[in-house]
């Protein structure tokens, strides 16, 4: 199968790339800078300069393709221009499957996001959860809208699936995308003591690989018109941090944030984000996101695709072992 994919470089799209290729399909991979191209590429992976913004060079990587993976997004936690996230994550997304459609692809697989479902209190979210009355942040309304987008779409008979995976860690750059790797990292290093609120908040939380998997999953099993989250374990961060005690051998003292003062934190940074156009590292939104439960099922990818994700203490253990040896190189 030839198969177009967006997103190449990033942290779910080059692990997507390689185990394609690895399959026995050929990829046409669309990368926007040489700097993130890994060294020793199969030669079943073509890649094609471009940009999800421009129609020509999306044409010309599309042309030939059988089915079509749409990885990539505006996942950074800020923009100076809020218009600027929806062109790149609702916009962009309609002309890419748009182009699929006349270009004769079979399939498009759509990585959306778990948090369009809305925090979670007593119950576990599922894909059939209503939709919260609003979001915390514009990622997620722009997620929310595109699916919303893609669902006229399916409507009219293209044959879209749609992902979505919650929590991501694991070996790949430690970019937004990655941030809870990047936190890993900073704990055990003793760079990081402090617990977000309560540290009771619970979040689901899942494996890189694992999402690839699921990916590939979607793209042979997959109803069209359907999504499936593709998640994790649902843990707190108390529980997450003494997992990481248990698998590093290390102990660090955690002093907890109110969140008051990390609304405040937030608050500042974000203003000073609007004044020297330098991201912040969080925002209010985030914050409030964050001091919500955010529990989620995979149970329809697992009985629709035979999803099977790694526990959270084997997909930890494999992320401090990446870690360790990557500190080495």
């Known amino acids: 199968m030839k198969i177009f994919v967006t997103g190449s470089t990033g942290f779910i799209g080059s692990r997507l790339t390689t185990k394609l290729a690895s399959e026995g399909h050929i990829i046409h991979a669309l990368y926007r800078s040489e700097n993130k191209i890994p060294k020793n590429l199969s030669p079943a992976i073509k890649l094609f300069k471009g940009d999800i913004t421009d129609e020509t060079s999306l044409e010309k990587a599309m042309s030939g393709c059988d089915a079509v993976f749409h990885v990539a997004a505006f996942a950074a936690v800020w923009h100076r221009d809020v218009r600027e996230i929806y062109r790149l994550n609702v916009d962009s997304t309609v002309s890419i499957l748009k182009i699929a459609a006349r270009s004769g692809v079979q399939r498009c697989v759509v990585t959306s996001s778990a948090a369009v479902f809305g925090p979670s209190e007593s119950a576990i979210l599922s894909e059939t959860s209503s939709l919260p009355a609003g979001f915390f942040t514009p ?66 939380y899942v494996y890189v690989d694992d999402v690839v998997n699921g990916h590939i999953l979607a793209l042979h099993k997959g109803l069209p018109g359907e999504r499936y989250i593709l998640g994790g374990e649902n843990v707190s961060y108390i529980d997450l941090f003494s997992l990481l005690d248990e698998l590093a051998g290390k102990h660090y003292q955690l002093f ?63 992320t401090l072992q990446w870690l360790a040896h990557e500190s080495t190189v």
């Open 256 to 318: 907890r944030f109110p969140l008051s003062m990390m609304l405040m934190s937030a608050g500042m940074m974000t203003l000073f984000a609007s004044m020297t156009g330098i991201p912040p590292m969080i925002t209010p939104g985030l914050v409030k996101k964050y001091n919500h439960h955010w529990k989620l099922t995979s149970e329809k990818a697992r009985t629709v695709l035979g999803y099977s994700p790694v526990s959270l203490k084997e997909g930890l253990k494999s």
């Open 139 to 204: 990622y997620e309304r722009s997620k929310a809208m595109m699916e919303k987008e893609i669902a006229g779409l399916t409507a009219a008979g293209q044959d879209i699936v749609l992902v979505n995976p919650t929590r991501l860690y694991g070996p790949g750059p430690l970019n937004d995308a990655n941030s809870v790797t990047r936190l890993v990292k900073m704990y055990v290093e003793g760079k990081w003591h402090f617990l977000p609120g309560s540290g009771k908040s619970i979040g689901n």
